[in-house]
């Protein structure tokens, strides 16, 4: 119990009005009293469920299943190795196998599973810092292209590091109102979610403070932003596409009633899908609308609400945009795209790379394939796929992000750290090798089997190519 947590009379008040007639007001106060479970998503390009379960088992750490999303547990660590060495500086963690997401924040990427099996092109629209996005991504498989949208700088890079950790290659980074993709990229995706900002009542069991400013009028507030997002979101969206809007509040301010602005301003155009059935029990947390509303009694998990739609019916934007600005990439040359796969093949033995590589001055990038070239063009960009190298007098000079995204398809020139090995890459040392060796060149080093950066061959070891801003604090790092 979190005695601390702080719940304003007024909030309790408001939810009195809207909690459905079969939850209790006394058990969602005590639920929201309650620390949270600590849940984690495999991220299924580095390692497989049954990996990740191998290496549960061989640590103690104790696993419960998430119901409605097949790669998301519950974890448990021993007190003493938590306090000793923090999940997030685990080798799991910092390898990119797991990502640490509520259990309930699994829920809107789930709700779009069946859009994306056949979905090129998805946008994320509030993406950072990046959960749902890591999780589409892996969901999608690292195919098609997934613009990835978000409107405050800090948290914008935040986002980057995410996507770079998690091996993510097919996204696009964007950095705006997410107001304008409706004007700018009217019907161009198959798939949206729109996790909008919200008044985060449901985060407050993780953040005791999360209601320190609540009030009805800020909601309110918000909710005019939510209405112009979703407003947008159904303009970019192609007629058939499908649409998810979350938030991890409870207001019906914020949820039911942005959810009717939409079904109201494109009546005929838009459909509700209802999610009762997206898992065993769903139903207990689902709307007469056939939306989820999740309070925090009912899964032990945090508040989050989730809407499905599919676009029916397309309406005009009525003030189209076009992007002004010159795109700053280049195809690379095809004699110059040809020594790169000759000598990426040479080292790694990788027979082709996923995608479409281009230049800006003096950066190799890897853009994702698009199913239609104006997608690059329609806004400007942050960035677009992974920067994997940089020209130099005699070649490509290779980049961590070549690594850490592409470094599976390598069946060469790869070096699995041992622990202590792995502790002292990360601390930016040199990997001593106990024999010498006649390998040169670069090497991709792994943990767990997960690529995790880039070395080089010298005689008696691999030398540390880590970048220096991703050395990590040496006293950290205890995993012997
Ligand atoms: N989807 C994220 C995840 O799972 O990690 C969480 C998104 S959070 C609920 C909402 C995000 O929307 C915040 O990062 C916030 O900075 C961003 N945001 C706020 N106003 C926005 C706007 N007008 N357009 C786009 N993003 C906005």
């Keep these: 119990m979190n005695i601390n947590t702080f719940i304003p009379d007024a909030f309790i008040e408001d939810v009195k009005s809207y909690i459905p007639d079969h939850l209790k007001i006394e058990d969602f106060i005590t639920t929201c009293q309650t620390p949270l479970k600590r849940a984690v998503r495999v991220n299924t390009l580095k390692m497989s469920t049954k ?26 660590r021993p007190e003493q190795e938590e306090a000793a060495l923090p999940l997030g500086k685990t080798d799991l963690h910092l390898s990119g196998c797991i990502y640490v997401q509520e259990a309930s924040s699994m829920l809107p990427p789930m709700a779009l599973k069946d859009a994306l099996t056949h979905a090129n092109t998805v946008l994320d629209m509030a993406a950072a810092p990046g959960s749902k996005t890591s999780q589409l991504v892996a969901m999608l498989n690292n195919d098609g292209f997934l613009i990835a949208n978000e409107f405050s700088s800090s948290r914008l890079k935040a986002l980057s590091a995410t996507l770079k950790r998690v091996g993510a290659y097919n996204v696009g980074l964007t950095h705006f109102d997410g107001a304008v993709f409706g004007d700018y990229m009217p019907e161009m995706f198959d798939a949206i979610l729109l996790d909008a900002p919200c008044s985060g009542e449901g985060t407050v069991r993780k953040d005791a403070d999360a209601l320190k400013n609540w009030s009805l009028q800020s909601n309110i507030d918000i909710s005019d932003v939510q209405k112009s997002l979703i407003k ?75 809407a499905k739609f599919i676009k029916t019916g397309a309406k005009a934007v009525s003030e189209p945009k076009t992007k002004k600005g010159a795109f700053p990439f280049a195809q690379m040359p095809p004699k110059q795209t040809q020594q790169l796969l000759q000598e990426i093949k040479k080292q790694f033995a990788i027979k082709s790379l996923p995608g479409e590589i281009y230049l800006r001055d003096k950066e190799v990038w890897l853009f994702p394939t698009v199913e239609n070239e104006q997608l690059l063009h329609a806004v400007k960009f942050s960035r677009i796929g992974i920067l994997i190298g940089t020209t130099h007098k005699n070649g490509v000079r290779l980049e961590h992000e070549f690594a850490t995204c592409l470094g599976h398809l390598a069946t060469k020139n790869t070096h699995n750290l041992d622990a202590q090995q792995a502790a002292d890459y990360f601390n930016g040392k040199d990997i001593r090798l106990p024999q010498p060796t006649t390998a040169s060149g670069e090497v991709i080093m792994c943990l767990n089997g997960a690529p995790v950066g880039l070395g080089k061959w010298q005689k008696n070891k691999i030398k540390n190519s880590l970048a220096r801003d991703l050395v990590l604090d040496g006293k950290l790092i205890t995993w012997e």
């Design 51 to 76: 990996e990740f379960e191998q290496e549960c088992a061989q640590r103690n750490w104790e696993i419960t299943p998430v119901p409605w999303c097949q790669q998301g547990y519950w974890l448990e």
């Design 232 to 306: 947008s979101a159904f303009h970019a969206l192609k007629v058939g596409g499908t649409l998810v809007y979350s938030t991890c509040t409870l207001t019906p301010v914020e949820n039911q009633a942005v959810c009717q602005y939409l079904l109201e301003e494109f009546a005929g155009l838009i459909e509700v899908q209802t999610l009762s059935d997206l898992f065993t029990g769903a139903d207990k947390a689902t709307t007469d609308e056939g939306y989820l509303h999740i309070w925090p009694q009912i899964f032990d998990s945090e508040g989050f609400f989730i």
